[in-house]
């Protein structure tokens, strides 16, 4: 068995090397959007009408928005890893009840069927921030990568809590993964969709976390149909 300062320093040379990853992939992930910026901000100066100013303004506020996101998940990742777990109650309604308000606006301009089923045979217990990053990871997926050319956009989540263990389930009916695009899901700054507007670090980030806490994820998805994203959680 490990030790806790081989536990330490082991998790320390896994934050070095995401820091690592993210100065080499700087260039590209930070100055392009950053090029883009000062691009609409030269438009911008010589736009003819308010609503040529007006959509400048909001593309730009989308590039800085993107960088804020990517570096925030880079910190929730780095800081998570590091810290001492929590052990506290969870409990599954308000937890998704908390992550579907955030998105709710999305969810109505879209619009998305949302259905939650929630069986409770024990308390869960765990770490609650840790256990809302990952699921809002996961659900935000679900909710952004809908597809636009189905009359009917769903998204389901199930979560089963025993005594040993927390199954949650995930699934969609959206645009899906090609088999391609699976094998480089959890590489950190990989976008594996024009749909993509974010970092490409969630589910590298959602990984990462689940291994902290031992977690196990099954993803099963097919282009075109939709996505199934199954969590196998330890209850403390």
Same mark, same amino acid.
């Given at each position: 068995?490990?030790?806790? #300062?081989?536990?330490?320093?082991q998790e320390?040379?896994? #934050?070095?090397?995401?820091?690592?990853?993210?100065?080499?992939?700087?260039?590209?992930n930070l100055k392009s959007p950053l090029t883009s910026i000062?691009?609409?901000v030269s438009i911008a100066n010589y736009s003819m009408t308010k609503e040529e100013t007006r959509r400048c303004l909001d593309l730009i506020h989308n590039c800085a928005s993107n960088m804020v996101e990517m570096i925030q998940k880079l910190e929730d990742y780095t800081v998570n890893l590091r810290r001492?777990? #929590?052990?506290?109650?969870?409990? /599954?309604?308000?937890?998704?009840a908390q992550i579907f308000e955030e998105y709710n606006e999305v969810i109505e301009s879209k619009?998305?069927?949302?259905?939650?089923?929630?069986?409770?045979?024990?308390?869960?217990f765990g770490d609650r921030h840790l256990h809302y990053l990952i699921?809002?990871?996961?659900?935000?997926?679900s909710i952004l990568f809908s597809d636009p050319d189905k009359k009917i956009k769903k998204v389901d989540v199930q979560v089963d809590v025993t005594r040993g263990s927390v199954s949650v389930e995930i699934s969609d009916n959206?645009?899906?993964?090609?088999e391609a695009e699976q094998r480089?899901?959890?590489? /950190?700054?990989?976008?594996?969709?024009?749909?993509?507007k974010g970092g490409g670090l969630g589910l590298f980030l959602v990984k990462g976390l689940l291994d902290k806490i031992k977690a196990t994820m099954l993803i099963d998805s097919v282009d075109h149909v939709g996505t199934s994203v199954f969590l196998s959680i330890p209850n403390n």
């Open positions: 068995m490990k030790t806790t #300062a081989e536990v330490a320093t320390l040379d896994k #934050a070095k090397s995401i820091i690592d990853q993210f100065i080499n992939s700087c260039s590209h000062e691009g609409l001492e777990l #929590a052990d506290e109650e969870i409990k /599954p309604d308000q937890l998704l619009p998305i069927s949302v259905s939650i089923k929630i069986s409770e045979h024990m308390k869960w699921l809002k990871n996961l659900i935000q997926n959206g645009i899906g993964i090609s480089k899901l959890f590489k /950190p700054f990989h976008r594996g969709s024009i749909q993509s």
